[in-house]
């Protein structure tokens, strides 16, 4: 991330663990926040193969970048899992209905939305891995 980089509203780097840990994923990362940027790894691998994945990339103040990715899902399931689990977190809880829509409605062709508070989400059109990225504006 550039210098000058903002913060996801509120959002410290244990909340975030603790969001994506409350969804099956294991969390591995720096056991307590930094000065200094630092990533933690999240992950849930199906018996399948299939897995979601998200990185939490943040320090002491906060959450900088959350990038979620989906590993060999259809592009509903991905959208499923992108729109409201990899990206809930970020937006407030009044518009977890409009984010889920969104991105069933972009489950193909991906796209860019701002919600409330500067989150920009940003989803990638559907494929074999295909990822979102959470930061602020």
Same mark, same amino acid.
């Given at each position: 991330?550039? $210098? *000058?980089?903002?913060?996801?509203?509120?959002?410290?780097?244990? +909340?975030?663990?603790?969001?994506?840990?409350?969804?099956? $994923?294991? !969390?591995?990362?720096?056991?307590?926040?930094?000065?200094?940027?630092?990533?933690?790894? !999240?992950?849930?691998?199906?018996?399948?193969?299939?897995?979601?994945?998200?990185?939490?990339?943040?320090?002491? %103040?906060?959450?900088?970048?959350?990038?979620?990715?989906?590993? *060999? $899902?259809?592009?509903?399931?991905?959208?499923?899992? $992108?729109?409201?689990?990899? +990206? *809930?977190? +970020?937006?407030?809880?009044?518009? /977890?209905?409009?984010?889920?829509?969104?991105?069933?409605?972009?489950?193909?062709? *991906?796209?860019?939305?701002?919600?409330? /508070?500067? @989150? @920009?989400? %940003?989803?990638?059109?559907?494929?074999? /891995?295909?990822?979102?990225?959470?930061?602020?504006?």
């Amino acid at each position: 991330m550039p $210098l *000058g980089y903002d913060y996801i509203r509120d959002i410290s780097v244990e +909340a975030a663990v603790a969001w994506f840990e409350e969804r099956t $994923l294991k !969390c591995l990362g720096p056991n307590q926040p930094t000065p200094d940027l630092a990533e933690w790894h !999240c992950t849930h691998e199906f018996m399948d193969g299939t897995t979601i994945e998200a990185r939490i990339i943040g320090d002491r %103040q906060g959450v900088a970048q959350i990038i979620g990715i989906a590993s *060999g $899902l259809s592009a509903e399931d991905s959208a499923g899992y $992108l729109g409201p689990t990899a +990206a *809930g977190i +970020a937006v407030d809880e009044s518009e /977890h209905d409009a984010l889920s829509l969104w991105a069933h409605q972009r489950a193909v062709g *991906g796209g860019l939305r701002v919600f409330g /508070h500067g @989150v @920009v989400v %940003q989803l990638q059109p559907h494929s074999a /891995h295909r990822a979102i990225s959470i930061t602020a504006s």
